[in-house]
């Protein structure tokens, strides 16, 4: 009988980065565990979702985050986003790069959903930051909550460059990071306001999974806070 060797250092080695590199979800922030699946209809759509356009190459997040409260009737504009969110070189800590600079690279690059947070709750809204699978997103838009979502623009294909922050903390980049909003689902689409050019896009289920997974599925769950 063949005897089985055991696995190099070198592939052990590439396991477990690969492992923790396709995991990277900031601290305080989870997937969420499986739950039952659920009743959710075939087809939402919630009409009558503003058209929103960035006002900076580099503000499609506080642009789409403004979208979404701009249609609940209390708008936080981008400017409020610009003075309010601080700078980081780690997109989950802060607005990294400069903001008018030229879209599609990972120096000057924009940011993800932690930092929008306590600008929505001060301007009163409650945010939800969620890396989870079609199910929540679908759940969110069947309640009539769009939701921010991080993707690459036209859903490129992309891939993530790694970084260490002044804290060791690890993080990724991906070229051509974007946000849009998601309004809309069916069976075999998912409907986008896209803020870099205002217009209205859909994506086949498979290609915005791709383009999504390269964030782990990062989304904004945005809601009126309680009166």
Excluded at 78 to 100: C, K, M, S, W, Y
Excluded at 104 to 129: D, F, K, Q, S
Excluded at 170 to 195: F, K, N, Q
Aim: charged share 20%; with cysteine; glycine share 8%.
């Amino acid at each position: 009988m063949g005897l089985i060797s055991r696995p190099s250092r070198r592939w052990v080695r590439r396991l477990l980065l690969f492992c923790v590199f396709s995991l990277i979800i900031p601290a305080g922030v989870s997937r969420p565990a499986a739950a039952s699946p659920v009743s959710l209809p075939s087809k939402a759509i919630i009409a009558h979702f503003p058209s929103v356009r960035e006002v900076y190459n580099l503000s499609c997040e506080y642009a789409a985050a403004s979208a979404i409260t701009q249609f609940y009737g209390r708008r936080v504009t981008q400017g409020t986003f610009v003075r309010e969110v601080p700078h980081a070189e780690n997109p989950h800590l802060g607005f990294r790069g400069a903001i008018d600079a030229k879209w599609g690279g990972i120096t000057n690059y924009g940011i993800y959903a932690e930092p929008l947070v306590p600008v929505l709750e001060r301007h009163g809204y409650e945010a939800e930051v969620f890396y989870a699978s079609p199910t929540r997103l679908k759940t969110e838009i069947a309640d009539g909550h769009p939701v921010v979502v991080w993707m690459t623009g036209a859903a490129r294909a992309g891939a993530r460059t790694y970084k260490l922050d002044s804290t060791n903390t690890l993080y990724y980049l991906v070229p051509y990071e974007h946000a849009v909003v998601v309004y809309g689902y069916d069976s075999e689409r998912v409907y986008t306001m896209d803020v870099g050019d205002g217009k209205f896009w859909s994506y086949g289920w498979p290609k915005f999974m791709r383009t999504w997974d390269l964030f782990n599925d990062m989304a904004l769950a945005i809601h009126p806070a309680p009166q």
